[in-house]
Antibody, heavy 120, light 110 residues
Framework: QLQLQESGPGLVKPSETLSLTCTVSGGSITSSSFYWGWIRQPPGKGLEWIGTIYYTGTTSYNPSLKSRVSISVDTSQNQFSLRQRSVTAADTAVYYC????????????WGQGTLVTVSS | QSALTQPASVSGSPGQSITISCTGTSSDVGNYNLVSWYQHLPGKAPKLMIYEVTKRPSGVSNRFSGSKSGNTASLTISGLQAEDEADYYCCSYEGRSTLIFGGGTKVTVL
């Protein structure tokens, strides 16, 4: 059974960089047709798609976040990571890592999510 | 990138049918038959309920069905049950390997 687990600091200071890692178990991050990405949910708000990466390093980003976000992959560790620069309180959210099935353009496996709070 | 438009809330009595709409544009919902729906319970990971507008993943009840007309997709829950109470999100492909979510709809079973 495929599992995804987010890890990283739960508290980040304003203007600093948010860094999260997703560890994939029960399957290989190099499987074809699957992209790996991030989605977030600010408190009391809806889901927001952040972006994806393929194991070769090809990325796609939400245009509204593209200037501050980067996603990278480490195939040797079966992990992928999110970096978001210059964070503000508006970036406080539960961050989910997820597998994207690009055969059907769906998100078929999700991590449990991790709350990141931006505060001094 | 503006979120797809969903009603904030929809409610119904047990056994009734409800429909949640998801309105986008000709660049997303109207341009691709790639709308999916997710059920989100508090503290849980979202669950895929419908993909490619009308298809149900294995294990999802046939009480859930999807459709699309023009720039608006819809999710219908038939025979509403207490366990269906959750937030529901639509999601559409919008080209260039990007996705866009709706704002979410809270379903209440009266």
């Amino acid at each position: 059974q495929l599992q995804l687990q987010e890890s990283g600091p739960g508290l980040v200071k304003p203007s600093e960089t948010l860094s999260l890692t997703c560890t994939v178990s029960g399957g290989s991050i190099t499987s074809s047709s699957f992209y790996w990405g991030w989605i977030r949910q600010p408190p009391g708000k809806g889901l927001e798609w952040i972006g994806t990466i393929y194991y070769t390093g090809t990325t796609s980003y939400n245009p509204s976040l593209k200037s501050r976000v980067s996603i990278s992959v480490d195939t040797s560790q079966n992990q992928f990571s999110l970096r978001q620069r210059s964070v503000t309180a508006a970036d406080t959210a539960v961050y989910y890592c997820a597998r994207h099935n690009w055969n059907h353009f769906t998100i078929d496996y999700w991590g449990q999510g991790t709350l990141v709070t931006v505060s001094s | 990138q503006s979120a797809l438009t969903q009603p904030a809330s929809v409610s119904g009595s047990p056994g009734q049918s409800i429909t949640i709409s998801c309105t986008g544009t000709s660049s997303d919902v109207g341009n691709y038959n790639l709308v999916s729906w997710y059920q989100h319970l508090p503290g849980k990971a979202p669950k895929l309920m419908i993909y490619e507008v009308t298809k149900r993943p294995s294990g999802v009840s046939n009480r859930f069905s999807g459709s699309k007309s023009g720039n608006t997709a819809s999710l219908t829950i038939s025979g509403l049950q207490a366990e269906d109470e959750a937030d529901y999100y639509c999601c559409s492909y919008e080209g260039r390997s990007t996705l866009i979510f709706g704002g979410g709809t809270k379903v209440t079973v009266l």
